[in-house]
Structures are given as C-alpha cells and as structure tokens.
T-cell receptor, first 112, second 116 residues
C-alpha cells in the first residue's frame, strides 16, 4: 500500500537558521512527490514537486527538496528560515492513479 | 485567474441533518478531487471526477456521502444524514490534463464541517 510518513509533528527553528522537514514514502512504481503548505485559515498551497530528473528540486519561497530513491525520502529544506514560513507542511505522493496520498503534516514554527 | 473556491467556509450542524458542500474548480480544469482531513490526521482522498464522470470514488466512506458534478463544472458533496465522525475539513482540488500523474493539484480553502 502507498503511504507517506512525516515523522515530526512539529519542527522549531530560529529565524535565519536552516530548516528541514522530513518525509519518507512507500509506493510501487515511480513516485511523483509533492510538498504543500497550509497557512492559517487558508487552503493548501503547492510548493514544489519531483517528477523525474534532477534529484534537487526548487520551489516557491526559497524552498527546495531532495529526492533520495535509496532512502525513499523527499525532505523539504530551506537555507535560512523566516518567521513567515511558520505554517503546516504536507508531503504527498502519487503513483498509480491520480489521488494524492498525504502525510499527517508537520507544523513548522520559526521564532524571531 | 480565480483559484478553487469552496462554500461554505464553515458549517455546524446537528447529527442526523443534511449538509451540502460546494466546490468551484479553476476554469478549464477537467479533474476535480475531494479530500477530507479529520482533526490531526492525514488528508484522505474521497473521490475524483474527470469532467462530469466519477473516475475513482474508492475513498468515499459510505453511502451517506453523495458527490455530483453536473455539467462538468462545479461539484457538490452531500452528507445525509451527518454523523459525528464526519466532522473535519473537506478540501476540493482541481487540475488540468487528466491522466498526467505529475500534474499538481490546486486546492481550495476547505470547508470546516462540525457535526454536533
């Protein structure tokens, strides 16, 4: 069965420090991987995706993610966190079919 | 270009009542999806329309849920009768290019349903 794991419910970082939000997945076949962000009282907003090609993908707001096939991971990263990055982040995967399989979400809190 | 819109933003109903949620996808998007997030848990797929046809409804929890997409434009999701466990946030999403696995889905703000 396809699944996504986000092992951390919450990640706390200081503004200006690098951040990592972890995601691992389990799918049969080639994965399509996505990161979405949800700000308070807003819908999910697409950040970036990996389909094929370069393992390092760059997305919106300075975020990037690295696809690691051997570790079945797709961690979200940013070199320097901003307070405005504080939000709920969801990792998602799609393989067979078109429905997204989501992780439980990780709350990122960036302190000033 | 307008994004995906959902109505209402919040709904509070009594157990046993009926509620209808509406989603207006981005114009021209053939794919329309419904998802649900129960508090603190994963966002789970409910069903997928391609134009007006149900492509996949494997995530629908039971026959109290009925989704329609007349004319291939907006969609409604009716819960009748509502139960306590139906509480959660219902998200709608749309995308272009049916069948393209890597195409991102654009999400609406969600409808927060509370069943008392």
């Amino acid at each position: 069965a396809q699944s996504v794991a986000q092992p951390e419910d919450q990640v706390n970082v200081a503004e200006g420090n690098p951040l990592t939000v972890k995601c691992t997945y389990s799918v049969s076949g080639n994965p399509y991987l996505f990161w979405y962000v949800q700000y308070p009282n807003r819908g999910l907003q697409f950040l970036l995706k990996y389909i094929t090609g370069d393992n390092l993908v760059k997305g919106s707001y300075g975020f990037e993610a690295e696809f690691n096939k051997s570790q079945t991971s797709f961690h979200l990263k940013k070199p320097s966190a901003l307070v405005s990055d504080s939000a709920l982040y969801f990792c998602a995967v799609r393989s067979a079919g078109t429905a997204l399989i989501f992780g439980k979400g990780t709350t990122l809190s960036v302190s000033s | 270009e307008a994004g995906v819109t959902q109505f209402p933003s919040h709904s509070v109903i009594e157990k046993g009542q009926t509620v209808t949620l509406r989603c207006d996808p981005i114009s021209g998007h053939d794919n329309l999806y419904w998802y649900r997030r129960v508090m603190g848990k994963e966002i789970k797929f409910l069903l997928h329309f391609v134009k007006e046809s149900k492509q996949d409804e494997s995530g629908m929890p039971n026959n109290r849920f009925l989704a329609e997409r007349t004319g291939g434009t907006y969609s409604t999701l009716k819960v009748q009768p509502a139960e306590l466990e139906d509480s959660g946030v219902y998200f709608c999403a749309s995308s272009q290019l049916a069948g393209v696995g890597g195409n991102e889905q654009f999400f609406g703000p969600g409808t927060r349903l509370t069943v008392l």
